[in-house]
């Protein structure tokens, strides 16, 4: 019997139930859900009883390898696949972040020979950060031959990786005509300049000038802009990192008009609040510098009330790590301090413990907020985010009475200091499978280097434009004279 496993005595939750069963693997595939199954002989059985069996996590947002402001994350493929499954997390969707004048496919190759390191399931958005008619036809290759349906806009970053209203407009109409999905890091670029500058000049040099120089309409504007663009060019969006009521509300107009737009809220922006920055130690002020900042704790009940009302679909966890010493670039200049944190394998034990332990979310809803949801939107459901016969055996047995002890001295990320330091949670992966293996287990990794597959995700029909009927109206009128 190829190598099965029997998953007994557990209670499955899906985005849609709990129920009371027995998940059997087969290979790398469930091959069978329901009470009292028998195990195949030779088969392992892993004991689920008084604990849950949910689909391995999706993290719709890291950055492994990447390089940015002068440096490169501390964090690979390798070490950051591994943190995750360590997490609970089984598939992560990280970006391929060409250079403005680079070859699209190019960059999409580079990360593709990075990511082969990966112990578990990976696939890409890749960005789109200058246009030409080579950009326009690339973005139909990735599309076509190979598995791409998403395509990131940093509308933040001038001088860098920034999209234009230019750019912006020509991708998401290109995007539209192959059925994929606008993502955007909705904060606006040349107010964030400006305000740098402003505040640099008035002689804030330290890492509490980050947030002052980003405050939060700084990021409504951009989310708000981001939706109106995607909404006259009929193409569907989705905000990524949103940390504001001023982004949530964009969100929400423009749900609550119809329009198909999704947001991601990262779990370090439910539970952190921007006192970090005040430190006095520069090194812990620094270390939770990334855009958008950590925002008042006003905006992080928002959040979770965006998240329960269905106005925020995802959490992730923009895992974008660089260490203290890359950290200290900035000193002197917070506008050079790299921007990013870690946090891929914190993000489901931190949601868990203050998400259902609170009664927040139910266990289904985390469930759709950690997997299920990312699944369906990037079009990988119901191979990925679910607990179901022919999925992939990505399943977590997990522990909602088990404790953890946050910190860097016992986590598995490549970076020498952890956001959530000293934090305890409850709720932990007790057993993490990816495609029926299994790398996590009684806390320790058993992962083999390059197992992780890449993930195909096929672009939808463009019935995305049909289905966005608000401008039906608005079709073009002629007038004979
Ligand atoms: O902006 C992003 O998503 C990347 C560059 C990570 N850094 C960050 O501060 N969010
Ligand atoms: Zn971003
Ligand atoms: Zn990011």
Known sequence: MANAVLIKGGTVVTAEAETRADVLIQGEIITAVGPNLDAPAGARVLDAGGAYVIPGGIDPHTHME?????????????????????????????????????????????????????????????????????????????????????????????????????????????????????????ENGELVVQLQKQIFEAGISGPEGHPQSRPPMVEG??????????????????????????????????????????????????????????NK????????????????????????????????????????????????MGFGDFRKIPNGTGGVEDRMTVLWSHGVRTGKLSPSEFVAATSANAARIFNMYPRKGTIAVGADADVVIWDPEGTRLISKDTHHQKIDFNIYEGMTTTGVPAVTLSRGKVLWENGQLDVVRGAGKYVDRPCFAPFWQTQNTRNAHRLPVKVDR
Request: net charge negative; aromatic share 10%.
């Open 281 to 328: 130690d520069w090194n812990t002020a620094a270390h939770y510098v990334m855009s958008p900042p950590f925002r008042s704790k006003e905006h992080q009940a928002a959040l979770w009330r965006g998240l329960q009302a269905g106005m925020l679909q995802t959490t992730a966890t923009d895992h974008c790590c660089f260490c203290t010493e890359q950290k200290r």
């Open 66 to 186: 990447l390089p940015f402001m002068g440096t490169t994350t501390s964090e690979d493929f390798f070490t950051g696949t591994s943190a995750a499954v360590a997490g609970g997390t089984t598939t992560i969707i990280d970006f391929a972040i060409p250079n403005p004048g680079q070859s699209l496919i190019e960059a999409y190759q580079s990360w593709r020979g990075w990511a082969e390191k990966s112990v578990a399931d990976y696939t890409f958005h890749v960005a789109v950060t200058w246009w030409n008619d080579k950009v326009r036809e690339e973005m139909g290759v990735l599309c076509r031959d190979h598995g791409v349906n998403s395509f990131k806009h940093f509308m933040a970053y001038k001088g860098a990786i920034m999209a234009d209203d230019e750019v912006l407009v020509n991708s998401f109409r290109r995007a539209a005509e192959l059925g994929a999905l606008c993502t955007v890091h909705a």
């Open 221 to 278: 504007e951009a989310a708000h802009r981001a939706t109106r663009l995607a909404e006259a060019l009929k193409v569907p969006l989705y905000v990524v990192h949103n940390s504001c009521i001023d982004a949530l509300e964009a969100i929400t107009r423009a749900r609550l008009s119809g329009q198909i737009v999704f947001g991601e809220v990262l779990a370090q922006h439910l539970v952190i609040d921007d006192s970090v920055y005040y």
